[in-house]
T-cell receptor
């Protein structure tokens, strides 16, 4: 039931773009995205709901392909502050409010 | 800004001892979650409360772990006896629950080391 994330890790230079993917074998109601910096708690980025629109704020956006049970997180013009581990969390149609987190994608932005 | 409170922040205990963690969610949040996070992995749900009721504890090792949220507000997670494999970060999160999907707010976590 745990979603699959790819890539496992990515290193970017400031200003470069990145895409992080999340996929599930189950029918999804929503996909959550969180970022966790080393030694800190996860921080919410956004939720994408089934039937909803692509979300985004600043230079981070995400999409949700309901037919494929896939979501992608897009980071454009990356900044040093984007470094951290990104987790997707999936919520199935059969269990609202229960979020299962993926293994995470480590993102490092270097000058 | 309201935050989820957890204590202690760090705990070192010997195996076979008992340990307890406390969480105070954001006021008004009906749903409370306890997660275990092993270094390099995503948070793993241990137990989920809706008010004072457990709605999911399928991944909670019930022979040694217990959790309660007696008045539907703060919550305690207990491990007895602790084992070496329990060393991890224990995260508490809360969310507003109203039939839709809401973001979870995480506390700072308790780092448990079992020796």
């Amino acid at each position: 039931q745990q979603p699959v994330q790819s890539p496992q890790a990515v290193i970017l230079r400031e200003g470069e773009d990145a895409v992080i993917n999340c996929s599930s074998s189950k029918a999804l109601y929503s996909v959550h995205w969180y970022r966790q910096k080393h030694g800190e708690a996860p921080v919410f980025l956004m939720i994408l709901l089934k039937g909803g629109e692509q979300k985004g704020h600043d230079k981070i956006s995400a999409s949700f392909n309901e037919k494929k049970q896939q979501s992608s997180l897009y980071l454009t013009a990356s900044q040093l502050s984007y470094s951290g581990t990104y987790f997707c969390g999936t919520e199935m149609e059969t269990s609202y409010d229960k979020v299962i987190f993926g293994p995470g994608t480590s993102l490092s932005v270097i000058p | 800004e309201a935050e989820v409170a957890q204590s202690p922040r760090y705990k070192i205990t010997e195996k076979s001892q008992a340990v307890a963690f406390w969480c105070d969610p954001i006021s008004g949040h009906a749903t409370l979650y306890w997660y275990r996070q092993i270094l390099g992995q995503g948070p793993e749900l241990l137990v989920q409360f809706q008010d004072e009721s457990v709605v999911d504890d399928s991944q909670l090792p019930k022979d040694r772990f217990s959790a309660e949220r007696l008045k539907g507000v703060d919550s305690t997670l207990k491990i007895q006896p602790a084992e070496l494999g329990d060393s991890a970060m224990y995260l508490c999160a809360s969310s507003f629950s109203g039939g839709e999907s809401y973001e979870q707010y995480f506390g700072p976590g308790t780092r448990l080391t079992v020796t």
